[in-house]
T-cell receptor, first 115, second 112 residues
Framework: GAVVSQHPSWVICKSGTSVKIECRSLDFQATTMFWYRQFPKQSLMLMATSNEGSKATYEQGVEKDKFLINHASLTLSTLTVTSAHPEDSSFYIC???????????FGPGTRLTVL | DAKTTQPPSMDCAEGRAANLPCNHSTISGNEYVYWYRQIHSQGPQYIIHGLKNNETNEMASLIITEDRKSSTLILPHATLRDTAVYYCIVRAATSGTYKYIFGTGTRLKVLA
């Protein structure tokens, strides 16, 4: 149980294009989903927290207009990187929690490369 | 937010116990300690969590000191597949939202 999937697992795009990453909780309903970014040889950095049906809460320094997060259902959240640039190339990981106080279960990650 | 401090790397012989320490001296009374591990290029995997009592599951044991300022994750019989980066996290609660603040983690290498 407690499986979280991400799609795609990797994506390569041209600079200036937008990329959408999906995060799904497969066997539980997630009231809260989180989005992280991880650069090579670094730790995970929380980007934003999203609750189903509400606007996402972004961490300080994360541009909400660049990283659009939608959490339209209890099993799906999407992260759209708008007008991607090479510096946005990173490993993006989502996690989901059934209830606010429960542990987070992480997806396998999406590797984004912007040329 | 409470922060954690872990040694950057550790080695452990296969079959031996791996003891991974974590300091969280600024932890608050209602903050839990979580442990996850991340194998290269994958998402973190949940291992165990606790508040103040020691905990054990099929993967590991978690020992939390009485003052809760530090904890130790114990992998009783390490295997090569346990080679990973292990993160000790103190879960922060702000306005009803619980979020993880990841530290730098410990890179555990299990040696044959």
């Amino acid at each position: 149980g407690a499986v979280v999937s991400q799609h795609p697992s990797w994506v390569i795009c041209k600079s200036g294009t937008s990329v959408k990453i999906e995060c799904r909780s497969l066997d539980f309903q997630a009231t809260t989903m989180f989005w992280y970014r991880q650069f090579p040889k670094q730790s995970l950095m929380l980007m934003a927290t999203s609750n189903e049906g509400s606007k996402a809460t972004y961490e300080q320094g994360v541009e909400k207009d660049k990283f659009l997060i939608n959490h339209a259902s209890l099993t799906l959240s999407t992260l759209t990187v708008t007008s991607a640039h090479p510096e946005d190339s990173s490993f993006y990981i989502c996690s989901a929690s059934q209830n606010p106080g429960n542990e987070q279960f992480f997806g396998p990650g999406t590797r984004l490369t912007v040329l | 937010d409470a922060k954690t401090t872990q040694p950057p790397s550790m080695d452990c012989a296969e079959g031996r116990a791996a003891n991974l320490p974590c300091n969280h001296s600024t932890i608050s009374g209602n903050e839990y300690v979580y442990w996850y591990r991340q194998i290269h290029s994958q998402g973190p995997q949940y291992i165990i969590h606790g508040l103040k009592n020691n905990e054990t599951n099929e993967m590991a044991s978690l020992i939390i000191t009485e003052d809760r300022k530090s904890s130790t994750l114990i992998l009783p019989h390490a295997t090569l597949r346990d080679t990973a980066v292990y993160y000790c996290i103190v879960r922060a609660a702000t306005s009803g939202t619980y979020k993880y603040i990841f530290g730098t983690g410990t890179r555990l290498k299990v040696l044959a």
